[in-house]
């Protein structure tokens, strides 16, 4: 069965379709074959990102390992049998069609609560959670103190993981890996990057969820989109000196595709 990674949290402007974007092409990269679902059915950050990849590759004639974008498919309401959701079985039925030939399914969530994304978090094998190093948004995970140094309680998002770990454990499954990742680092206040670490160190010890790094706030990433290209790409349309914050960059998704530890992948770019 294909491993489900999830990409998602309830707030937009952390990076998730960046995140999504380059572990996917970093998996493909690598040889493994990779199936993308974007839903966030309004603003398809992902999936443009992923078109405008294929139409960048087409017009220069380059052949890249990509991830495959696929949409959701209708579903007759009249099939669905009383109390039953059209969204719940849409997603399922993109998930049969896609497993017998992925080894990794990626579903990038949109940065709200719906029902897609509640029910595609209860299907994930690997939850990534992408998170800007603000205490605005770690209050999505948890409720702190005005001095922001202790745990008054879980936010709405972690319960929301939370119900997703009870439903995979009442269907014999195995429990998702939950990875918050450090995303969007800046040149912040250095205490309030210290207290950030420490309030994030408790609270995974707490709700049981790994904390992995991401990447720095980067101007090449907003260059990178309307041609549908990583940081993985560079050299292959022509770029023969990367620049440091590149390199650096680079090293910052080598990084992150190791400490997502996912079934057999070995790290080699």
């Known amino acids: 069965m294909a491993h489900i990674i999830v990409v998602g949290n309830e707030k937009g402007g952390a990076g998730k379709s960046t995140v999504s974007m380059h572990v996917a092409t970093a998996l493909a990269r ?10 966030d059915l309004r603003q398809r950050t992902f999936g443009r990102y992923i078109e405008n990849r294929k139409g960048f590759l087409a017009s220069e004639g380059l052949d890249l390992p990509s991830p495959d974008c696929h949409d959701l498919p209708d579903i007759d309401k009249s099939s669905l049998r009383p109390g039953e959701n059209v969204y719940d079985h849409r997603l399922s039925a993109a998930i049969a069609a896609l497993e017998p030939d992925s080894d990794f399914i990626l579903i990038d969530c949109p940065g ?22 603000s205490f605005v948004d770690f209050d999505l995970l948890a409720r702190i103190d005005v001095g922001g140094e202790k745990i008054l309680g879980p936010s709405v998002y972690s319960e929301m993981v939370w119900n997703a770990r009870q439903l995979r454990a009442q269907a014999g499954l195995q429990p998702l890996d939950w990875v918050v990742v450090r995303n969007r680092l800046g040149a912040q206040n250095m205490v309030n990057k210290a207290k950030m670490e420490k309030a994030i160190d408790m609270l995974a010890r707490r709700i049981g969820f790994r904390v992995a790094p991401g990447f720095n706030e ?52």
């Open 30 to 39: 690598m040889g493994h074959k990779i199936s993308a679902l974007d839903l």
């Open 218 to 269: 980067r101007v090449i990433f907003r260059e990178l989109f309307p041609r549908g290209l990583t940081l993985l790409d560079l050299k292959d349309i022509g770029v023969k000196q990367l620049n440091i914050s590149n390199v650096a960059a680079r090293q910052e998704l080598r990084d992150l595709v190791k400490a997502l530890n996912l079934p057999g992948v070995t790290v080699d770019f």
């Open 112 to 133: 709200s609560h719906t029902r897609l994304s509640q029910v595609a978090h209860s299907l994930a094998d690997t939850l990534i959670t992408p998170l800007n190093d």
